[in-house]
């Protein structure tokens, strides 16, 4: 047991091919961008994964891009805050924002550095079949020539490709979570200052956030049932979205102005990836491929930091793959289901029911964090987040498996 593939070269992808190659194996990563992705979404890491990017040697980096994020604020449609909860309320990783967040992008681009010039990457490409023998995966792909590896790993996001070859079709484990979501660039109208602004009524809300560029994103998350379109259509993505929220106050005007020309515009249905079991025979799954809370408020870069860790120092220790796959299970189910069920919450609170919810969350928001106890009406983030603790593996010379 020595090669193995990867497809996705995001958060999970790079971080496990670090780790087995620290350990002593062979990462190879297919993603099907033809680069590391640059932009993206802000994202926080938190308890246990700061830890990893500190094994890693990373941390400082990752600091050193930190958004500048302070925390977030509820607004009224006049432009008002009626919540407000700093990044440090309740710990390092307890807020709804964390004290560290980072771009997507930036986070890529420091992990894809640290996986050094040893690991092959294939980009613009991507797996097209696996078919497993007895003794490893026979992979072909869309662009480079077949081969075969010992082990292959999805870590290829909550759209799968290697779990919908390996395990079965997305629908299968895909819970819908009732919501759509929209991301594009904008700018700050006043300086934000760090905070990130939403604005909810009740089914929707608006959010602005500040980005490390002086810049902004502009985020719309709506309750909806599914509706029928191709998912390359971006023009009816963006007609859905103006007609949801047009009698809207605040900035959002503005920003469905400036979403009509976003060319970095993101859309997907919120979903959650819920599976009994993240490999069959020498393929798994780790991510958000395996284990996607909610692409808002789910821990997915935490969980894909930390799972990379495990599974690494799992297949680096154990006396065979089936045991390593095992045992990483066994290490992440518990954060991954606490994480799983904190997404939930996070969702409903920003498409809640009614007017009086909205002012029943603003309360909870302003006054539970400072009493005693408040922050496990929050889920407890800071206690989630450290759910796991590192083992210190200490690789062994793995024989055939
Ligand atoms: C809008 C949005 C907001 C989010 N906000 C937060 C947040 O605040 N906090 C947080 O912790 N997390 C957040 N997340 C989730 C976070 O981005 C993911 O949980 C995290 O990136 C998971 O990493 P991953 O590597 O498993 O998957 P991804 O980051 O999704 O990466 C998958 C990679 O696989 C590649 N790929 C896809 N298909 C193929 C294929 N067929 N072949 C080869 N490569 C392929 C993709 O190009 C991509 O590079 C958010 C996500 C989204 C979308």
């Not at 407000?84 to 890529?108: C, H, K, Q, Y």
């Not at 629908?171 to 979501?181: K, N, P």
């Not at 603003?362 to 929050?378: E, Q, S, Y």
């Amino acid at each position: 047991m020595n090669t193995v593939l990867i497809s996705g070269a995001s958060v999970a992808g790079p971080a496990l091919a670090y780790w087995l190659r620290h350990h002593g194996l062979t990462p190879t990563l297919v993603e099907r961008a033809p680069a590391p992705r640059p932009g993206g979404q802000a994202v926080d890491l938190r308890g246990t994964a700061r830890e990893v990017a500190e094994r890693m040697g990373v941390l400082d980096q990752v600091r050193a891009a930190h958004t500048g994020a302070r925390g977030m604020a509820f607004v009224n449609a006049e432009g008002k805050r009626t919540a407000t909860m700093a990044s440090d309320t309740m710990g390092d990783s307890g807020g709804v924002i964390a004290e560290l967040e980072i771009l997507r992008g930036d986070l890529v681009r420091i992990l894809h550095e640290a996986t050094g010039s040893g690991v092959e990457y294939l980009f613009d490409d991507g797996i097209t079949s696996l078919t497993q023998t007895g003794t490893g995966v026979a992979v072909t792909f869309e662009r480079a020539a077949p081969r075969t590896f010992d082990l292959v790993i999805g870590a290829d996001g909550l759209h799968s490709k290697v779990r919908s070859l390996a395990f079965g079709p997305e629908s299968r484990f895909a819970h819908d979570l009732g919501a759509y979501i929209a991301i594009f660039g904008t700018t700050q109208r006043e300086d934000l200052d760090g905070w990130q602004l939403m604005h909810t009524v009740p089914g929707r809300t608006a959010g602005l956030y500040p980005t490390p560029d002086g810049e902004a994103k502009a985020m719309f998350v709506f309750a909806s049932p599914p509706v029928e379109f191709d998912r390359h259509d971006t023009a009816r993505q963006r007609e859905l979205i103006a007609t949801t929220f047009a009698d809207d106050g605040w900035e959002v005007p503005r920003l469905l102005g400036d979403m009509r020309d976003a060319p970095d515009f993101y859309f997907d249905r919120l979903s959650q990836i819920r599976m009994d079991t993240w490999s069959d025979g020498r393929i798994a799954l780790l991510g958000d491929a395996a284990f996607c809370a909610s692409p808002m408020a789910g821990n997915g870069t935490s969980m894909a930091l930390v799972g990379a860790y495990v599974l690494a120092g799992e297949l680096a220790t154990a006396p065979d793959h089936a045991t390593a796959f095992r045992r990483y299970e066994e290490e992440m189910r518990e954060y991954v289901a606490r994480c799983q069920k904190f997404a939930l919450g996070g969702v409903s609170s920003l498409m809640p029911k009614s007017r009086r919810f909205i002012r029943m969350r603003d309360f909870t928001m302003r006054v539970v964090p400072h009493i005693p106890g408040g922050a496990r009406l929050f889920g407890d983030l800071q206690k989630l987040a450290n759910t796991v603790s590192l083992r210190d593996y200490r690789p062994r010379s793995l024989t055939s498996s």
